[in-house]
């Protein structure tokens, strides 16, 4: 298996601008996590979802941010509009369950700078 | 909310023994997890162990839990190079809860 997959890798844009961050969990897996990691906050769960519906979402910080799951192979993160401070490294993870012992998988991550 | 604090920093020579420590305030966890991240990557499960447990060894790596204490524990054994990366502390309640992350630096 390829791993929890992440595009892009890399995105640079400018305030005001829409951002869509894309998400492929471990095919079988349940479970899936979006997090966004900075300095200063340290590492900060977003959204996560189970059998595709959204179970937890009271880390999202405000409504600029959206996340979808249309199908259990795909998630997207939506930041509309973005600003400065949503600069940061953002996660998606996956796991066969939510918890029990389940480990997370996590992709490598979208390095996101906003001007 | 669940509080999880670990030291930022810990750097030890080649060879030596590295112990990174968390504490945490939230006593309900029945799993508890130790993930490393190296440079420009995600997150990966090194080990867990589970509530009940006081120790669990895994070669190099040995987990101490003291729940009176709310204090976890990593030990590596025989440090390496490639030891270095940022190490979480994670607790599972309904959801994973990270520490703030400690950044361990080797030394030759």
């Known amino acids: 298996d390829a791993g929890v997959i992440q595009s892009p890798r890399h995105e640079v844009t400018e305030m005001g601008q829409e951002v869509t961050l894309r998400c492929k969990p471990i095919?079988?897996?349940?479970?899936l996590f979006w997090y966004r990691q900075t300095m200063m906050r340290g590492l900060e769960l977003l959204i996560y979802?189970?059998?595709?519906?959204?179970?937890?979402d009271s880390g999202m910080p405000e409504d600029r941010f959206s996340a979808k799951m249309p199908n259990a192979s795909f998630s997207t993160l939506k930041i509309q509009p973005s600003e400065p401070r949503d600069s940061a490294v953002y996660f998606c993870?996956?796991?066969?369950?939510?918890?029990?012992?389940?480990?997370?998988?996590f992709g490598p991550g979208t390095r996101l700078t906003v001007l | 909310g669940e509080d999880v604090e670990q030291s930022l920093f810990l750097s030890v020579r080649e060879g030596d023994s590295s112990v990174i420590n968390c504490t945490y305030t939230?006593?309900?966890?029945?799993?508890l997890y130790w993930y490393k991240q190296e440079p420009g990557a995600g997150l990966q499960l090194l080990t867990y162990?589970?509530?009940?447990?006081d120790m669990k060894q895994d070669q190099r790596l040995t987990v101490l839990l003291n729940k009176k204490d709310k204090h976890l524990s990593l030990r590596i054994a025989d440090t390496q190079t490639g030891d270095s990366a940022i190490y979480f502390c994670?607790?599972?309640?309904?959801?994973?809860?990270f520490g703030t992350g400690t950044r361990l630096q080797v030394f030759p």
């Open positions: 994670a607790l599972e309640t309904d959801k994973l809860i």
């Open positions: 979802f189970n059998n595709n519906v959204p179970i937890d």
């Open positions: 162990i589970f509530s009940n447990m």
């Open positions: 993870a996956s796991s066969l369950s939510p918890g029990g012992g389940d480990t997370q998988y």
């Open positions: 095919s079988g897996h349940n479970s």
């Open positions: 939230d006593s309900s966890s029945t799993y």
